[in-house]
Nanobody, 114 residues
Framework: QVPMVESGGGLVQPGGSLRLSCTDS????????MGWYRQAPGKQREFLAGITVGGISNYKETVQGRFIISRDNAKNSVYLQMNRLKPEDPAVYSCHRFGATDPWGQGTQVTVSP
């Protein structure tokens, strides 16, 4: 399986918003439960949000209410809307299929700075 491709990261001020996208050059994303994760320097990768094929979502408590995961199966894409970004949110953000052994993609860098 080819890694997912993430995009949409960048530099944003505290309190700002970003929308990340995840696409799949194959066709497995649309039939898979998906998750967004992040890894900050020197830290373990952490789960942030997940979404089933049917659109049921769940979140890590620390991002609940600020981040929104969504998907468009027709476009073979999953999104992460990030609002009210905080200084502790910078990391490389990645998406991945739940339970899969696919290689991880390169992710997209999110930086939060005044």
């Amino acid at each position: 399986q080819v890694p997912m491709v993430e995009s949409g990261g960048g530099l944003v001020q505290p309190g700002g918003s970003l929308r990340l996208s995840c696409t799949d050059s194959g066709s497995l994303l649309r039939s898979s439960a998906m998750g967004w994760y992040r890894q900050a320097p020197g830290k373990q990768r952490e789960f942030l949000a997940g979404i089933t094929v049917g659109g049921i979502s769940n979140y890590k408590e620390t991002v609940q209410g600020r981040f929104i995961i969504s998907r468009d199966n027709a476009k073979n894409s999953v999104y992460l809307q990030m609002n009210r970004l905080k200084p502790e949110d910078p990391a490389v953000y990645s998406c991945h299929r739940f339970g899969a052994t696919d290689p991880w993609g390169q992710g997209t860098q999110v930086t939060v700075s005044p």
